[in-house]
């Protein structure tokens, strides 16, 4: 008998009676399975009385059908055992805690989802896609999270989004099947396993400390990198992190001080101190990390770049200048300690100073000068760590030098209290009149106010929102992110749209990680 034939008509009876057997005359699969089977038919044994049960389960009356099934089945798996049917024989036990849901659900409607996470084709991402917003749940299921885990290596950026959807919505359970499908000696599927280690340090953090430290002996190049930036997670490997930065070369030395400056202990800060002083261009090691020791290392790194900017006794910047400075500007965003609110106290007394500090003409990368460096800077503050002291520090800037930093305060104000924020800078904008004209403070004020407004956009899967781009603390990749706004005080629009509210200027596009691109204010965000 071939056996194929046998296997095959034995799904599809099991997925019909998932189905129930009302969708019978429409189950094509079904109709080719019996089809397929029909040369086994003559030979007068189990293949005859096979294919007469199926017949005559698939020609009668609806009301006799399912009994028919049952008999059907019956013939067709004690057919598959007598010729070999593969057991695993011991007591069933309950799956372990944190691996996963039991769904429920029949495995007919799980099988498309787990063929797409197996594919390579461009279709399984509208698959999945569907799977996850009218189904999500069934993501989490046992039998679904290892193909999960495993798909995991997929460079799509749409593939890459959802998986961090799903993994952020399962948290912890989803742990012990990425750690169980670890291999570092699998060249082909590094990719896959970075992310392993990442999404095990993500979700478990210093509970899994132990298994980070385990792999780390057994993983070379990239996946060593991860590991090691992985071990930030802890407390306890601060002593361990100093020795690799010590012994580390290339990017896994670079992936040791990254972790380091997650550590609180004075050897780390020591450490951190010297590299800065030693090597000035290390500050995109502290991008994404929120620690206070990272708040203070941002805080030194900003003000020797920014006196070394000064002393040259040049205004016009080179590209390598830019590079250094915005790199220690962009090492700032997100964090604050008394130390960085004091280093801004200091940059913001000396924002004239840097309005002048200018790229030269062969820069192409940067359109900004240092001070809207700093600018973009506290917006992109007040985004990433909308916390007290990051809201008390932009009033303050906000208040003391309002040409320079009310944008921020004002955007702080749409993300916490929207209902808010016009009462408190609403006045700012000036309407022209015969008797009065904006003049250059208050045209500053506007400006300032309308970066904060240009931030905001609208659209129907979203609503109204603010999108801004927040880098990871354990490998420093950006991550989309979006606050959404409730409300928006309406006489923001029919303020700006008065032909009497001058349009001039140029607003910040707070989108932009890397360039600070002009354009003119546009109100995208009325609906």
């Known amino acids: 008998m071939k056996m194929e034939l046998l296997y095959n008509l034995r799904d599809r009876l099991e997925e019909l009676a998932s189905a129930g057997t009302d969708t019978v005359s429409e189950d094509f699969r079904l109709m080719g399975a019996v089809e397929a089977f029909a040369e086994l038919a003559s030979d007068g044994g189990a293949g005859g009385r096979i294919y007469r049960a199926v017949c ?27 010729n070999g049917e593969t057991f695993v024989w011991g007591d069933l036990v309950p799956l372990r805690g944190g691996s996963g849901s039991e769904t429920g659900a029949p495995y007919s409607k799980l099988r498309p989802l787990i063929a797409a996470l197996q594919n390579s084709g461009s279709a399984r991402i509208s698959i999945l896609g569907e799977y996850w917003a009218e189904s999500p749940e069934l993501f989490g299921d046992s039998r679904v999270l290892p193909y999960l885990a495993s798909a995991l ?21 989803a742990v012990p099947f990425l750690k169980e499908g670890f291999r570092p000696d699998c060249p082909d599927g590094r990719r896959e396993m970075e992310r392993r280690v990442y999404w095990v340090a993500r979700l478990a953090g210093a509970e899994e400390n132990k298994w980070l430290l385990s792999i780390l002996p057994k993983c070379e190049r990239e996946l060593r990198e991860a590991v090691i ?103 700032a965003y997100g964090k ?40 973009k800077c506290l917006m992109e503050t007040v985004l990433w ?16 030098w309002p040409n320079r930093f009310m944008g921020s305060a ?86 700006l749209s008065n032909p009497k509210v001058n349009q001039d200027g140029a607003v910040f596009d707070i989108k932009s990680a890397w360039s600070m691109s002009k354009l003119m204010f546009q109100m995208e965000w009325i609906e």
């Not at 290596?153 to 359970?173: I, N, P, S, W, Y």
């Not at 760590?385 to 003391?400: D, F, I, K, Y």
């Not at 004002?410 to 209902?419: A, E, F, K, Q, R």
């Open 385 to 400: 760590n909308p916390s007290e002291n990051v809201r008390a520090l932009a009033a303050e800037l906000g208040t003391r």
């Open 229 to 331: 930036a992985a071990l930030g997670v802890s407390q306890d490997n601060a002593e361990l992190l100093q020795e690799l930065y010590r012994t580390e070369t290339g990017k896994s030395r670079d992936a040791a001080l990254r972790a380091l400056a997650r550590m609180e202990d004075e050897g780390s800060r020591a450490l951190w101190t010297e590299e800065l002083e030693r090597r000035p261009d290390c500050p995109p090691c502290l991008e994404g990390v929120d620690s206070a020791l990272a708040a203070d290392m941002a805080a030194q790194a900003l003000h020797s770049a920014y006196t070394e900017a000064l002393e040259r006794g040049r205004q016009e910047l080179t590209q390598a200048e830019m590079l250094t400075l915005s790199h220690t500007v962009y090492a």
């Open 410 to 495: 004002v955007l702080t104000d749409l993300i916490m209290c929207p209902g808010e924020a016009f009462a408190r800078y609403g006045k700012f904008i000036v309407k022209n009149g015969l008797l009065h004209r904006e003049n250059a403070v208050e045209r500053a004020n506007r400006i300032q106010i309308m970066c904060a407004l240009a931030a905001i956009r609208n659209d129907k899967d979203n609503g109204r929102h603010i999108p801004f781009s927040r880098k990871d603390a354990l490998n420093g990749a950006p991550a989309g992110m979006r606050y959404r706004l409730e409300q928006l005080d309406p006489r923001w629009a029919e303020t």
């Open 56 to 82: 005559a389960m698939m020609t009668a009356l609806p009301e006799e059908r399912p009994a028919l099934l049952l008999e059907a089945l019956d013939i067709v798996r004690a057919t598959v055992r007598e």
């Open 153 to 173: 290596g997929d460079t799509h950026e749409e593939m890459e989004e959802l998986f961090a959807a799903v993994l952020t919505k399962q948290g912890r359970r």
């Open 336 to 375: 604050y300690s008394d130390k960085l609110r004091e280093e801004w106290m200091w940059l913001a007394e000396h924002m004239d100073e840097f309005d002048r500090l200018v790229p030269d003409r062969n820069v192409k990368q940067w359109d900004m000068n240092a001070a809207e460096l700093l600018e």
